[in-house]
């Protein structure tokens, strides 16, 4: 019992820790996506009103924002809640994939799709669109999904979940299709758009046919 106490402790401290750093990820992702910067480059990161370079400590996710007061140290501008509330939206998501399907390889894909998901809803609900790169990441991560179940699976069982995974992304896909047309004819005005459909193509091979 002491040991799996153990392991348990460990696993929520590794998945609060990779909760928070890729919670702080997906603020990059959120901030830079939209204005097409790269998210991979070694441009510091800077206080978006006085540019000046943020110290360590200024960069702790969720922390710094909090005992800052949602402020810069240099020039005492507000710090958008974006920065917080998309953190912790990664670290509660981390945590409610470790509750729900514990300690295996499949949790850890799961969790890394995490930023994506976080970019996402920020993205779309400040410049209403999606990225083809977050949907592109979303389906990629599918794939790293399938691999670490084919980790001690048989071939068959492999090749069953391939192709419920493409069987759940054609379908989402072609539901996407008839509420995009359909919904836009019947309301007269554009309902989804191109990115909200490949998102529905991405969330059907995670999600399988029995999803729709």
Known sequence: MYAYDLIFILDLVTCVLAGLVLGSFSTVLI?????????????????????????WRSMWPV?????????????????????????????????????????????VAMILTTPVLTAMLFIDLKHMIIPDRLNLSLG????????AY???????????????????GVMFFVVALILAYGVSFALKKQALGGGDIKFFAAAGLWLGPMGV
């Open 31 to 55: 901030h830079r996506m939209p204005r097409h910067e790269s998210i991979l480059g070694r441009k510091p990161s800077t206080c978006p009103e006085c540019k000046t370079q943020l110290k």
């Open 63 to 107: 922390f710094s924002w909090v005992f800052q007061k949602g402020r810069c140290l240099n020039c005492e501008a507000p710090i958008s809640r974006t920065y917080p509330l998309a953190e912790g939206m990664c670290l509660i998501l981390s945590l409610c994939f470790y509750a729900a399907y514990g300690h295996n390889l499949i949790t």
């Open 140 to 147: 990629f991560l599918s794939l790293a999904a399938l691999g």
């Open 150 to 168: 084919a980790w001690n699976q048989p071939l068959h069982m492999v090749e069953t979940a391939f192709l419920q995974m493409l069987a759940g």
